[in-house]
Antibody, heavy 122, light 108 residues
């Protein structure tokens, strides 16, 4: 059974930092690209960042570029999102999501974690 | 960047009704279009990819069509368990992998 489990969310002050983790199991993690998607309270889905299976290709949404860093450790079956210079508008549930197709550069998102809530407030 | 516009933003229909949701891309995206369903308090679920291919396990009352800039998600006979918000997403290129604004479907 495929499982994606996020952790690392919490309350942080504006300007602060947080590191999210996503632990994957039940599939060959190293073969699939991964994404972070967020959802502000009561709002829609917003794609945040993408990383290819080998980490050779990385993309960010303009809203987080220069502040967030995506990475992965295929040996640990783990995905990360380092979030710096956090703003109130970054408050959201953050989901990790795996690609539907292995090896394909861009793919829809098949499996999603349960999400971790990040609240940026003083 | 390509914008994805969904309409309507919400709808209310009766059980058994045929429901259609539209997603329009600001530029052509061929058939690189996915639909997701998010039930209240739940995680998004992939319904359809490549504009019209049903993901495994998705009921056949769901269907998708379109290519280029105009796409539709159709529920042929609305069921109570279909109450959810539906999102389209383009994946022809990145960044960004843009989602539409969502369509909330309720039972009348």
């Amino acid at each position: 059974e495929v499982q994606l489990v996020e952790s690392g969310g919490g309350l942080v002050q504006p300007g602060g930092s947080l590191r999210l983790s996503c632990a994957a199991s039940g599939f060959t993690f190293s073969s699939y690209s991964m994404n972070w998607v967020r959802q502000a309270p009561g709002k829609g889905l917003e794609w945040v960042s993408y990383i290819s299976s080998s980490s050779s290709t990385i993309y960010y949404a303009d809203s987080v570029k220069g502040r967030f860093t995506i990475s992965r450790d295929n040996a640990k079956n783990s995905l990360y999102l380092q979030m710096n210079s956090l703003r109130a508008e970054d408050t959201a549930v953050y989901y990790c999501a795996s690609a539907l197709f292995r090896g394909v550069i861009i793919s829809p998102f098949d499996y999603w974690g349960q999400g971790t809530l990040v609240t940026v407030s003083s | 960047d390509i914008q994805m516009t969904q309409s309507p933003s919400s709808l209310s229909a009766s059980v058994g009704d045929r429901v259609t949701i539209t997603c329009r891309a600001s530029q052509g995206i061929s058939n690189y279009l996915a639909w997701y369903q998010q039930k209240p308090g739940k995680v998004p679920k992939l319904l359809i990819y490549a504009a019209s291919t049903l993901q495994s396990g998705v009921p056949s009352r769901f269907s998708g069509s379109g290519s280029g800039t105009d796409f539709t998600l159709t529920i042929s006979s609305l069921q109570p368990e279909d109450v959810a918000t539906y999102y389209c997403q383009k994946y022809n290129s990145a960044p960004p992998l843009t989602f539409g604004g969502g369509t909330k479907v309720e039972i009348k």
